[in-house]
């Protein structure tokens, strides 16, 4: 008796039954697809970082090179003749991707690093991707801060809110842009910077001053094109932050090992200031100080500019004197 194999078998599924699996299959990779290519970006620096620890040994941070890590994923940055500009943008973009935001109860700058400024910018990207905890707007723009002083940049973070409604901090960095030196704002936790209208890099210092004249139509925000980052949540964490951390969309999660929960949730700067649960009060109180209801005008609520080390007493004065104009509110 001829040997046939199983799928040589003309009768083995009913055409009817057939057209249910070619169904299944499809809704299958239609799910599948999707969360597949969203965690893509993670599975890069996975592979990045195992080829690291082969050629290196244990990838902790004395001997892990970010910097041939960052060369991976963005080549152009080791080219000679990158403009400063370009390169800070490089380093904001990479790093949005790289941190986690979590829930409150595993922050790395609260519960596990008690001197996490102290820490040095490869050891708090390790604490990240090997989910240890995550970081809010505070502790990525510190991150940021270090990378781009791992970089050679002069930079700080800028603390910025109105007391009991909200508040955020992002970074700022000194490059050179056609022989002068100016103070870049960028915000790795939205992947956003400010530009003047024509796409030249925008002076901390102009951009006050023009909020301060209420001419915020000649700022323009350049908020990135992004898939998405991790959203790491843990064990004990309070279910309305972890409903207003997630948001109302349905989010691509995986469960690890240790009880927690990997999601992947693309974070704007739009959602992060209009859907903000306080949005409507910061925004009446804008106008209650004269200013346009616009997250725009944060900036000028300013009460910290910190150098990593202390407190920089120099910019902050500047600003300081910047609002003792008799219009500024």
């Known amino acids: 008796m001829r040997n046939r194999s199983f799928l040589s078998k003309k009768s083995w599924l009913h055409p009817t039954k057939k057209k249910q699996v070619a169904k299944i299959i499809?809704?299958?990779?239609?799910?599948?697809?999707?969360?597949g290519w969203l965690f893509n970006q993670d599975a890069i620096q996975s592979k990045i970082l195992s080829n690291l620890r082969q050629e290196n040994g244990p990838a902790d941070s004395s001997e892990i090179?970010?910097?041939?890590?960052?060369?991976?994923?963005?080549?152009?940055?080791?080219?000679?003749?990158?403009?400063?500009?370009?390169k800070v943008e490089i380093l904001r973009r990479w790093a949005y991707g790289n941190i986690k935001v979590s829930t409150t109860n595993c922050l790395l700058e609260k519960v596990y690093y008690s001197d996490f400024n102290n820490k040095s910018v490869t050891e708090v990207y390790l604490a990240l991707k090997n989910n240890v905890g995550g970081v809010w707007c505070g502790g990525t723009s510190v991150f940021l801060a270090k990378l781009y002083r791992y970089y050679g940049?002069?930079?700080?973070?800028?603390?910025?809110?109105?007391?009991?409604?909200?508040?955020?901090?992002v970074t700022l960095v000194a490059i050179n842009h056609e022989g002068k030196k100016l103070l870049s704002i960028q915000d790795a936790y939205t992947d956003v910077t400010y530009t003047h209208q024509n796409g030249s890099p925008l002076d901390f210092f102009d951009l006050i001053h023009f909020l301060h004249q209420r001419q915020s139509q000649k700022i323009?925000?350049?908020?990135?094109?992004?898939?998405?980052?991790?959203?790491?949540?843990?064990?004990?964490?309070?279910?309305?932050?972890?409903?207003?951390?997630?948001?109302?969309?349905?989010?691509?999660?995986?469960s690890l090992?240790?009880?927690?929960?990997?999601?992947?949730?693309?974070?704007?700067?739009?959602?992060?200031?209009?859907?903000?649960?306080?949005?409507?009060?910061?925004?009446?109180?804008?106008?209650?100080?004269?200013?346009?209801?616009?997250?725009?005008?944060?900036?000028?609520?300013?009460?910290?500019?910190?150098?990593?080390?202390?407190?920089?007493?120099?910019?902050?004065?500047?600003?300081?004197?910047?609002?003792?104009?008799?219009d500024f509110k």
Request: proline residues 6%; charged residues 25%; positive net charge.
């Open 26 to 35: 499809l809704f299958s990779l239609l799910i599948l697809v999707p969360a």
């Open 65 to 86: 090179s970010l910097k041939k890590i960052i060369a991976q994923q963005y080549p152009i940055i080791e080219n000679p003749d990158i403009s400063d500009w370009r």
């Open 153 to 169: 940049f002069e930079a700080y973070t800028v603390n910025m809110g109105i007391n009991g409604l909200w508040s955020h901090v």
């Open 220 to 254: 323009k925000t350049i908020q990135a094109f992004n898939i998405g980052r991790y959203l790491l949540i843990c064990p004990g964490a309070d279910k309305k932050e972890i409903d207003a951390l997630k948001g109302k969309e349905v989010l691509p999660c995986e």
């Open 257 to 326: 090992p240790t009880g927690r929960e990997l999601c992947r949730k693309r974070h704007t700067l739009e959602y992060f200031t209009n859907l903000a649960p306080t949005a409507t009060k910061v925004k009446q109180r804008l106008k209650q100080d004269g200013y346009e209801p616009d997250f725009l005008y944060i900036f000028l609520y300013t009460f910290s500019i910190h150098d990593g080390v202390r407190e920089s007493k120099d910019l902050l004065n500047r600003f300081k004197a910047m609002a003792k104009a008799p």
